[in-house]
């Protein structure tokens, strides 16, 4: 079974296409016109062993935000498609991750109910251009949209870009694990019989 999604979402603000491979090899394409989620989608992708595949036209002249925003949106839905019906998934996934003096920590359930948390302050408002507040807002929409409970928690760091590089791949590894079929589950893995 190949656990794959593709999107098309069209707004007035943005124009994204969007295809993901769950069961990948690492390999990204990626166009966000916003490069350093673009560097952040290409770490997510290795990190994870998925396959990403981004299309982004948005109204970067303005800010990065709605672009941002929206990828996490068709990232979320992606995910949440290629998922199916998840039997045999393991369902859990934590990773923690160095990036030199920076530590992170990501934990996500694929429950069906979505819910988000992120622990840790960034010490510069922006990473070159890049509005750092833009982590909570993508990593909120990804997690609604994917209906998944995404804990993200920056223990500590001293350099912006470290810290969400820290995350990013941290996320990667937690869904690769999450979402890896164990064959000794039956089913999905839940009492309730339903995810």
Known sequence: MERTASLQRT??????????????????ELNTGVPFMTHMLDLFTKHG???????????????????????????????????????????????????????AQVVVDLSNRPHFELKGEFPSPTVGNFDTELVHEFLWKFA??????LHVIVHY???????????????????????????????????KGML
């Open 49 to 103: 062993q998925f396959n990403l595949t981004v299309a982004a036209n948005g109204d970067t002249e303005i800010d990065g935000h709605h672009t941002t925003e929206d990828i996490g949106i068709c990232l979320g839905q992606a995910f949440r498609e290629a998922l199916g019906d998840k039997r045999g998934i393991k369902r859990y996934g934590q990773a923690m991750v160095p990036m030199d003096e920076a530590l």
């Open 11 to 28: 707004t007035n603000e943005t124009d994204i296409s969007l295809s993901l491979a769950i069961d990948g090899e690492g390999i990204s």
């Open 157 to 191: 760091g001293r350099n912006t870009h470290h810290m969400i590089e820290a995350v990013f791949k941290a996320l990667g590894r937690a869904l690769d694990e999450a979402s890896t079929i164990d064959p000794r589950i039956k089913g999905v893995p839940s009492t």
């Open 144 to 149: 609604l949209e994917a209906r998944i409970n």
